[in-house]
Each structure stands twice: as structure tokens, then as C-alpha cells.
């Protein structure tokens, strides 16, 4: 058993390609924190390598770690554009989750216009992965217009008793067309 960069390798990960095969075989079985750590070592020895790069974004986009998902789509992006044409689609996905809404538009925006008719991603993908950064795009621009407003022009209001109460009500939803809401309450008999 080695330790390198305080991760335990099993001695048959002896150099890059047997991390490789460890990491691979934990994200086949969507074990993304674990895959993340072995690619993590593995980026380290071949820092230029694409794949790696990519991989180790997808594992920390699928466990919710935005800033290091969006470094790594980058440096894909950085190293290969064309083996990976999703890379610039995931990265403005995770500036937007960062609520980096103005950096967000602009790459879904040029992801939008680069793919219009672009060979790279398969045609029968391309309609809805260009319908959904459309979507996401404008969400964007809501969110910037949004940013700008404060909360008394945003139209909240605080609903009179029995929606709010003096103890813990939080998650509205509205639940039917009548307008009923159904909120979580700290309510005795709730």
C-alpha cells in the first residue's frame, strides 16, 4: 500500500495506468467521490491530458463540488475542445450553479452558436442540448435582471395566518390551480 498525497494506492497502482483502471471501474459504478480521488493523483502525474481532465470534472459535478468541476471543464477545454464538446456546455452550467450568471450567459451563448451546426456533438443530440443551453441561457439573464432588483421590488409579501404563523413555516409550494399552498411547519400537530 502506497500513500501519495494522503490517498492509500493499492500496490498494484504501481503508475498513471493503473490509477486509471481504479478510478475508471469506481466511475463506471458512479462511485464519483472515489473516482475523483484517483483521478485527482492521476491528473498530477499527466496534468496534460484531457480525459483525466475531463473525467475528474464529471465526478465533481456529479458530487455537487461546482468550483473544482468548472477548473477542470476548463483546463478540457484549455487542452482539447474537440474530443470533448460537452466540456464548455457543463462548465457554464457550473458557473451558473455558482451564481456566476453574467460568465454563465456568455458561455452558453458561444456554446449555442459554436454547435448551430457543428460536427462534434452527434445530430440527434444536438436539437435538445442546444434547446436546454437555451433555457439555461435565459435563466441566466433572469437571474442577472433579478440581481439588480431589491427583495420590495421582487413582490414578496408576507401571508397572514394560517400560511404563516409564529412558529417554523418554510417550503411553500403551491399544491393546486385554487391557489392552496402546502408549507413544512414547526406547528404543533403539523
Given amino acids: 500500500m502506497v500513500i501519495w498525497l494522503g490517498l492509500q494506492i493499492p500496490g498494484i497502482a504501481q503508475d498513471a495506468g ?3 483502471k481504479i478510478a475508471d471501474a469506481y466511475y463506471e459504478n458512479e462511485q464519483f467521490h472515489s473516482a475523483a480521488q484517483y483521478y485527482q493523483v492521476a491528473v498530477g502525474l499527466q ?12 465526478c465533481y459535478r456529479s458530487v455537487f463540488d461546482y468550483p473544482l468541476a468548472a477548473n477542470y471543464y476548463q483546463r478540457t477545454m484549455e487542452l482539447d475542445k474537440i474530443s470533448f464538446p460537452l466540456a464548455p456546455f457543463y462548465s457554464a452550467q457550473m458557473e451558473k450553479s455558482m451564481g ?7 458561455q452558453f451563448e458561444q456554446f449555442i452558436k459554436s454547435n ?27 437571474a442577472i435582471e433579478q440581481l439588480g432588483k431589491s427583495w420590495r421590488d421582487m413582490g414578496f409579501r408576507l401571508l397572514p395566518e394560517p400560511v404563516n404563523s409564529i412558529n417554523n413555516d418554510y417550503a411553500a409550494v403551491p399544491s393546486d390551480a385554487q391557489g392552496s399552498i402546502t408549507i413544512t411547519s414547526g406547528r404543533k400537530g403539523a
Avoid: C, T
Fill in 116 to 142: 448551430q451546426k457543428s460536427r462534434s456533438i452527434p445530430v440527434a443530440e444536438r436539437p435538445a442540448l442546444i434547446a436546454q443551453a437555451e433555457i439555461e441561457m435565459e435563466g441566466s439573464i433572469w
Fill in 47 to 58: 496534468p496534460h491530458n484531457p480525459e483525466i481532465n475531463y473525467r475528474l470534472a464529471q
Fill in 100 to 106: 456566476n450568471f453574467k460568465k454563465a450567459r456568455d
Fill in 18 to 20: 493503473d490509477l486509471l
